[in-house]
């Protein structure tokens, strides 16, 4: 039986979930926009360190503005753009730099202090958000990324994609559930880091109860955070030629919407949900083609859960 929870909170009766837009006005008087960097770092699943290929969906290319061509813009400049964009086009009072591309734990420990400092050095700058994989970010990393909480909103972003280690070795992540867990804990141990976790929905082999199993695992695991985005085929990746063969499928949108719905009843109303959707450039898309925007996924997702008249949390048994 589903419990719904008394609308309470804000985002219970605007959204139905917890977004990361509400969880930022809980915490700052003034507009907080995310700055998204590519900080010149690869990845160890593509330079042959920890596996070779990378991840079969890996397209990174295509969803960093910056990681495109070879020229880097140095991270001061793409600092100060992105300000002035985010500034004119929303109204965005402060920031918080967000290192995407690839893995951005994965350098000697004087690199990192130097690519993270650059990028906060900034008065406008409140926040440091790092994206990596969860086998890449040593102790000696997290303590230097634990050193800015005493200044910084701060957030790691683990890519795990799911609990399941056979979709793991599916789609040749390279790593294992435990590793994310492990990761996860000794972040926890630093203390004042967010942990963010990167899910997607639709993987080869996941059935609707693999994907409600994550939900229900990593909701009781504590993390603050997650993005869900659905299983989508880019140009120029090993995904695209299992596609081609018909090896790997993906989702409508309507199913898409159902799935995220369930998953969200399962999430406790205390992990705010950072993304709903993924987002690629159009000549890059494979598949699957949606005839409509990612804001109205958003907005269908929402409409979804009005209409079961639930919300984030509702199916969890206290
Ligand atoms: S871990 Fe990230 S950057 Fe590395 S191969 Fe996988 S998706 Fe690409």
Redo the contacts with the bound molecule.
Sequence with gaps: MTRVYAAERTWQRELRYYSFGHYLRERFPFKVHKIALHAGFT?P??DGHRGSG??T??A?ETFSPYARGTATLPIKEQVRSSKEFLRSRYGAEKFIVYFQA??NTYADIETLRSRYSEAMDDEDVVGLSIGT?PDCVSDEALELIGSYTGTHHVWIEY?LQSIHDETLRRIN?CHTYQEFEDAVYRTRAVGGINVCAHVILGLPGEDRSDMMATASKLSGLGIDGIKLHHLYVARNTALEKEFLLGKVKTTGMEEYVSLVSDFLERLSPDITVQRLVGDTHGDDLVSPVWPVSKAEVVRAITAELCRRDSCQGAQIVP
């Design positions: 990845c699943n593509r990378g991840c969906f890996c990174n690839f893995s994989r890519g992540r």
